[in-house]
């Protein structure tokens, strides 16, 4: 672990009170920020150890915070994970239950709002996109996946204690490293349903999300905000920050916005809906070829091309950040209880447990296995997190504001320095070179001093590398340091470099007019895969006699009607256009193989006669 | 830069823009030419099997000035058969190119949909309705089309026709965006 002090305990609940952040849900949300111990308390901890059946170590109601650290039957490839109690069973069954699982199970009238979808994610995305898709759902029955009751009993057990009284609390621990005061805002939620009630990629027992606010400290001792960091996902690095005077920061006082995204409890910066995808690399080899084809057809061809598209093929799930719920924080719907805190000492429960915090599905993608806690990736090993959350947000390439410019002028001495150094060993080197230039001419033509002469022109080309090579460092030491000059001056004026800078790719809301896609669309969109599939069966099994023709034309009508829905009409009939172009040269090139040959020829010899004749005339 | 320099840079600036929308008008009715060719070969060629059928042989007329079809010859047939398979398969691939290439000549930006559309269908036709070994008319028709594809998606062309920029006044004046 690296440069590690947490500070004292009084210290940082006041200071984690002071940014601590407003969460704004989306409508129809399921489940908000909780505390672990009621949780823990309702849940059995379990080990499942390798071709054995799982076993119960401790049952619901006997788990605490101070046991859950002692892992019992702890062995090398033993996993321990909580468990969710599973709701009584309903007495409604059949239809009913089917339809209304909510009503039929009985239990806590919870959540008190209703999620509307809105436009679906599949309106969004073309033909092969939903087609893997709709494999993804059908992988789900294969892969190990949250049975469908395990949402419905997190939605019991937590709509229970929120019936008894409603608690809003997060995680708190405060850490200083590389000069940054870090202050962790870690919040668990009892459930991620974003596959069960959001149309998610997947569901898991429990969830550990992520606020990261980061001060500097002046030599005075003021504390200052200069980077928030909100996790969503799986992402590390630095587009999860923001500068605090990032005018596309929402703040309210010194409390930085997350808009929640619901069931997935992704952090995002901006209110709207997002598109993530999940992503798989193509085959090396084929986007090889890809791109020699692209390079073909844009270059020797001279034909129109897109921009280089994307290397990866992706699933799209729809994030809901829209911020239209419940909203949690100061001055908010609801305030936040007074924070657990997780330092001074590491409690047990945080360091001593290494487990998973819901259910060990045996996912081997692991999305819908449970997190383990705080402190721990699922392989058990430190998160970086945990041990490096200036790292984990990219900011340990970043000063405070603080040591910005003393780092800079530190800087600018040691350059000085070196490049001071730089011009006495380019003044010695370029007198030895002009001395050895001397002696070489002065051995130049004179046969006994041959070989005297060959090793000083040697020495000549050796030694002019050098005094060239230390010239171009001089050189570019120079400019650093210039660069760092200005750069200073521009500090000690007041400016600072744009407060998006260091981000290639930032995490947007799905721009308004994507969103304003007819019904007709997204009912087409549907029921496209399922209609295509029909189609080709159909085909198969009535028109066998005119099977290519049948197969190709209804595969052009339907593509056409999905590129006229998705307003790129342009793209799928060049592209249709480029696809007959290529049959139809095959078949030309089949059908006159020779007389092809024979006329190119023929047409390479009249241009280079051609050009032969203007050359002439002129 | 003096005002004179600033001057004579703008008055080249507009030079070569005015250039380069008279080279784009130029290609755009190109185009159009190349298109309402082909439009009229596939009317000259489907005039063409339709004028070759014995029609006194192939239909019969009753008093009251109805047409009835007889009971006709193989070769008659097919020579039949042939023109309405034409007919069927060309005749909007051909007015489409009609509609596009006179579009073109006025500047409508959208014809160049229906161009490519156009293409499409005689392609796809051409390839995938006739059985091999295809009727001889297919490969130069094939040929054309895919000539047509590469210079309709070349990028003088797609730059003429989708720049926001109002191409230069034709000669009757008008500019039409799409």
Redesign the interface.
Known sequence: MRHEHPVDATNSAALLRSFEPVLRFTKGEWFYPMDVEPYVRSCSLWVQHPDEEAVCVVPQGKLTLETLGQQPLDSADAVHYLKIPAPEKSRRRGLWARLFPRHAAGGPDWPKETFRAGRGRLARVGYVSRLADALFSLALLLRGRVPGRGVEGARVMYGGLMEKEEHYQYHGRVVRQDGWIVLQYWLFYSFNDWRSNFFGANDHEADWEKVFVYLSESESGEILPEWVAYAAHEEAGDRLRRRWDDPELEKIDEHPVVYVCAGSHASRYFRGEYLTELEFPLPRSFARARKAVRLFWYRTLRQYAEKDPSELFTIPFVDYGRGDGLSVGPDQDREWDPPRLMEDPVPSWVSGYRGLWGLYTRDPFEGEDAPSGPMYDRDKTVSREWYDPVGWAGLDKVPTRAEELADILEQRSEIEERRDGLRAEILQKSRDLKRLGIAAEATRGRSHLRELHEAQRGRIAELSREVRGLREELSTEGVLSEALDDHANRLRNGERPPANAHIARAARPLPESEARTGRVAQLWASISVAVVLLTLTGILFYQRQHLLFALVFAIAVLAFVEAGFRKRLDKFMISANIGLSVVGAFVLLDRYFWQIIVLSVLAVGLYILWENLRELGR | MTAHEKLSCWSEITLMTELRQRISYRQVRVVGALLILQGVGLMGLGVYFFGRIDWDRALVTSGQGQIYIQTIDEPLSEQLEQAALFAIFFLPSAVLLLLAGLSFLVLRRRG??IA??A??LI??V????YPDP?PGFT?PL??Y??LM??Y????GV?AAFHSKEKPASSRSGTVHEA
Not at chain 2, 152 to 155: D, E, K, T, V
């Open positions: 160049w949909l490519t559309t293409q499409s392609l796809l051409c390839l995938f309705a295809r490969y094939i040929a089309c895919s594809v590469l309709l998606n070349s990028r797609r």
